[in-house]
């Protein structure tokens, strides 16, 4: 089982940038896919951006393709949302997850429920 933390959320202003991290303890991050969720007041969460546990394939929700990138670096087992051009409409708590897969696999998903991993949530707040 791998433990997550998250960090890096704040406030910022529309079209400005945060880079949020995650931090994975308790396993090595080579044998997990990953994705980045977000859930606003009062709505479903969404799933914004995976990938997979080769590094190989990452998938991008429509409302961020272009603006946020997802990365990873096993060696520090961490994994970053860099999020660019941001909008009030990003506004959101920001979880990342994990679930286990072969090293070589190029699986990705943005269902929440293909995950069983996940880090507490970090405040993003987009000031317009």
């Known amino acids: 089982q791998v433990q997550l933390v998250e960090s890096g959320g704040g406030l910022v202003q529309s079209g400005g940038s945060l880079r949020l991290s995650c931090a994975a303890s308790?396993?090595?991050?080579?044998?997990?896919?990953i994705a980045w969720f977000r859930q606003a007041p009062g709505k479903e969460r969404e799933g914004i951006s995976s990938m997979s546990a080769s590094g190989g394939s990452t998938v991008y929700a429509d409302s961020v393709k272009g603006r946020f990138t997802i990365s990873r670096d096993n060696a520090k087992n961490t994994m970053w949302l860099q999020m660019n051009s941001l909008k009030p409409e990003d506004t959101a708590v920001y979880y990342c997850?994990?679930?286990?897969?072969?090293?070589?696999?190029?699986?990705?998903?943005?269902?929440?429920?293909?995950?069983?991993?996940w880090g507490q949530g970090t405040q993003v707040t987009v000031s317009s």
């Open positions: 308790g396993s090595i991050l080579d044998y997990y896919a």
């Open positions: 997850a994990t679930v286990w897969a072969p090293a070589s696999s190029t699986w990705t998903s943005l269902r929440p429920n293909e995950y069983n991993n």
